[in-house]
C-alpha cells in the first residue's frame, strides 16, 4: 500500500559508543506538517535528527523517505531526495561570507539559474541576509546567523526540513521573526521536523508534536492539545 507519510521512522536505536542515547524512537511527518520533538536536556533530540538526516547511523530501526527505505544512508544521498537539517549551532562556514554559504547550500544542483532564483528568494525571506551579503558569516549576530543557517538549508529546494533549536540564545524579538517567517516557508509547502527547548514555542507552531524523554516517545498530540496538557505545562512549560 502507499505509505502518505513524508518521513516515517520506526523503532529508532542510536548508541554513541557505550551510550545509548535512543530506544525505539518512532514518529512520522506528513506532507506540509510541521512537526515538534521537545523534550528535556539530553533527552535525545538532536540525536534523532542526526540519525534522520544521516549524520550519524542508528544501530537499528527504520527511516523512510516517500515510502523508501533510506536507513544508513549518508547525509549528502539525501539531500538530493529533499532532505535538508539546520543543525544544532548552526553548522555554517563562519569565515565565508553569506552569499558563499548560501551557495553551499546549493552545491549538489545543477541548475545555475534555478540556483540564482533561490538566492534571490533567500534574500526577500531575509532582508538581513542581502544587507550583510557580503559580509563573513562568523562576524553576524546570532539571530543573523540563524536566519543564514535556515536560508542556507532551504538552498537545496527540501521537501522536508529539519530544525534544531532556531531559537538558542536569540531574543524573543528574533524568535518571533524567525517562527514566522517558517511559517511562510511551511505555508509554500515544506514540511518540517523542529527540535526546540523552547516548547511553548514550538507547540504553537507545530501541527503535532511528540515529546522525547531519555531516548524515548513519551506522548504525542496535537500541538495545541499538548500546549493544554496538564502534564506537559508540569514538565516543559513552567506550570
Ligand atoms: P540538548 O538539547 O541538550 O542537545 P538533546 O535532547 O538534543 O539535548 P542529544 O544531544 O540528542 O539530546 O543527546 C542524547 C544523549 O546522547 C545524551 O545523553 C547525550 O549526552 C548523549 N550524546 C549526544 N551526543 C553525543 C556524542 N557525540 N557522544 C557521546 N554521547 C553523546
Known amino acids: 500500500h502507499l505509505d502518505a507519510a ?3 521512522v520506526d523503532g529508532l536505536h542510536v548508541s554513541y559508543g557505550a551510550i545509548r ?3 525505539g524512537v518512532s514518529l512520522e511527518v506528513r ?3 510541521i512537526v515538534a520533538l521537545i523534550g528535556a536536556n539530553g533527552a535525545g533530540k ?3 535528527l542526526r ?3 544521516g549524520m550519524i547511523a542508528p544501530s537499528s530501526g527504520s527511516i523512510r523517505l516517500r515510502s523508501e527505505e533510506v536507513t544508513g544512508r549518508k547525509a549528502h544521498e539525501l539531500v538530493p531526495k529533499g532532505l535538508a537539517h539546520a543543525p544544532e549551532g548552526r553548522g555554517i562556514f563562519l569565515n565565508l561570507t553569506v552569499t558563499e554559504n548560501l551557495r553551499m547550500g546549493a552545491f549538489l544542483r545543477r541548475d545555475p539559474s534555478g540556483i540564482e532564483a ?6 526577500a525571506l531575509f532582508p538581513r541576509l542581502r544587507e ?4 563573513v558569516a562568523g562576524t553576524l549576530s546570532g539571530g543573523e546567523q540563524q536566519m543564514l543557517a535556515i536560508a542556507r538549508a532551504l538552498m537545496s529546494r ?13 531574543a524573543p524579538r528574533i524568535v518571533e521573526q524567525i517562527f514566522d517567517i517558517l511559517r511562510g516557508v511551511n505555508a509554500d509547502g515544506v514540511a518540517m521536523l523542529l527540535v526546540e527547548q523552547n516548547a511553548a514555542k514550538a507547540l504553537q507552531l507545530a501541527n503535532r508534536a511528540y515529546v522525547l524523554e531519555t531516548g524515548r516517545i513519551v506522548m504525542e498530540g496535537g500541538g495545541s492539545d499538548l500546549l493544554a496538557s496538564p502534564d506537559v505545562r508540569r514538565a516543559y512549560l513552567g506550570g
Open 6 to 8: 513524508l518521513l516515517r
Open 21 to 23: 542515547a535512543l530506544h
Open 31 to 33: 506532507p506540509g506538517e
Open 46 to 48: 538532536s540525536t534523532t
Open 51 to 53: 540519525a534522520i538526516s
Open 118 to 123: 533561490d538566492l534571490e528568494r533567500s534574500f
Open 132 to 135: 550583510r551579503r557580503a559580509q
Open 158 to 170: 527540501p521537501g522536508l526540513l529539519l530544525l534544531d533549536e532556531p531559537s538558542l540564545g536569540l
